[in-house]
């Protein structure tokens, strides 16, 4: 586990520089402004947010890779963090270049209009973002094995990709670079049609998103 972890941060490493040169390559498209975004502007608000966001993504398929030899739920879980790790460096490495933090003191979503949400609404779990595993969540796909491990990563992974959606649709409506929005639609069909993919395979397993 903590080889894959050493791995998949040197991999963001890499793709953190290479996210930045695709921007320059490409700035401007479709359209859009090709100036440098504020650190209030939505597509700095969802630079920052996503990147957490595919991280705990990450983390739960390498989780999960680990808690079952069933070789269909080890490739999904691989294609996700291999894809996941990608697209968080391109948003780090965006990040980089606009010269903006990594971390904003504003709460998660404000760049949505979510981050101003009551205290009484926050979950004291840790569930940041739309979507997001708890830490209870992510304590308890650690200690399950084979097809519980395999039924609940796909159920978590449902609701974290449900989430991702909703995020990367409000960037392809508030977002002003042309490339972010661009990738912002490639998340909205990637994770739509892996989400149809994990429904099936719920049911192949007796059991179905929450």
């Not at 939505?42 to 996503?50: L, P």
């Not at 990367?168 to 989400?195: D, F, H, N, P, Y």
Request: aromatic fraction near 4%; hydrophobic fraction near 40%.
């Amino acid at each position: 586990m903590r080889q894959f972890g050493l791995i998949a941060g040197s991999a963001v490493a890499v793709l953190v520089a290479g996210g930045a040169i695709s921007y320059a390559a490409v700035a401007g498209d479709e359209g859009s402004s090709d100036s440098t975004p504020s650190v209030e502007s939505a597509d700095a608000g969802f630079a920052r947010d996503m990147a957490v966001h595919h991280q705990q993504a990450v983390e739960m398929s390498y989780i999960v890779r680990d808690r079952t030899k069933n070789e269909e739920v080890r490739r999904l879980a691989y294609d996700i963090a291999q894809t996941q790790a990608n697209q968080r460096g391109m948003l780090l490495g965006w990040l980089d270049l606009w010269e903006l933090p990594k971390v904003s003191a504003d709460p998660p979503m404000t760049w949505m209009g979510m981050g101003d949400r009551d205290s009484s609404e926050e979950d004291p779990e840790g569930a940041l973002m739309p979507g997001m595993a708890t830490n209870a969540e992510m304590k308890r796909l650690g200690e399950l094995n084979g097809k519980q491990a395999e039924v609940f990563y796909l159920q978590l992974m449902t609701d974290h990709h449900k989430g991702g959606v909703h995020m990367a649709q409000g960037c392809l409506s508030k977002c002003e670079v042309g490339v972010e929005k661009r990738l912002a639609r490639t998340m909205v069909e990637g994770q739509r049609s892996e989400i149809e993919l994990m429904a099936g395979m719920l049911r192949d397993r007796g059991a179905r998103a929450r």
